[in-house]
């Protein structure tokens, strides 16, 4: 069953939660959806603000939880600029690696 509820929450300043091996490339590319250890797709989602700049533009962390198992993992984020909203994806190469085997799928 799919669930996910998402909590809004401040933080002072972004930060690196639970798990960051290379199974959070997995549960990446799954589109946040499935858990890299026990494949449950019942997550909560916590939503933490860090800040505001001068234009609106948020940044902060969001923490994926697996309510399943309890794993967990951190993604920081940024409305502003013009990369993805879960920026280090892009940094990592994860983000071109993702639409390529989407393309893959369709071809
Ligand atoms: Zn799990």
Redesign the pocket.
Same mark, same amino acid.
């Given at each position: 069953m799919e669930k996910l509820e998402i909590h809004h929450k401040y933080s002072n300043g972004q930060f690196k939660a639970g798990d960051h091996s290379e199974c959070r490339k997995e549960f990446y590319m799954s589109n946040y959806k499935v858990?890299p +250890? !026990? +494949?449950?797709q019942d997550f909560t989602e916590e939503h933490y603000v860090a800040n505001c700049r001068w234009n609106g533009d948020g940044f902060g962390t969001d923490v994926f939880k !697996?309510n =399943? !198992? =309890?794993?967990y993992t951190s993604f920081e984020y940024d409305e502003g600029g013009d990369s993805e909203y879960y920026y280090e994806a892009r940094w990592n190469g994860w983000e071109n690696e993702r639409d390529a085997k989407e393309k893959e799928k369709k071809d």
């Open positions: 858990c +250890k !026990c +494949k449950s !697996c =399943n !198992c =309890n794993w």
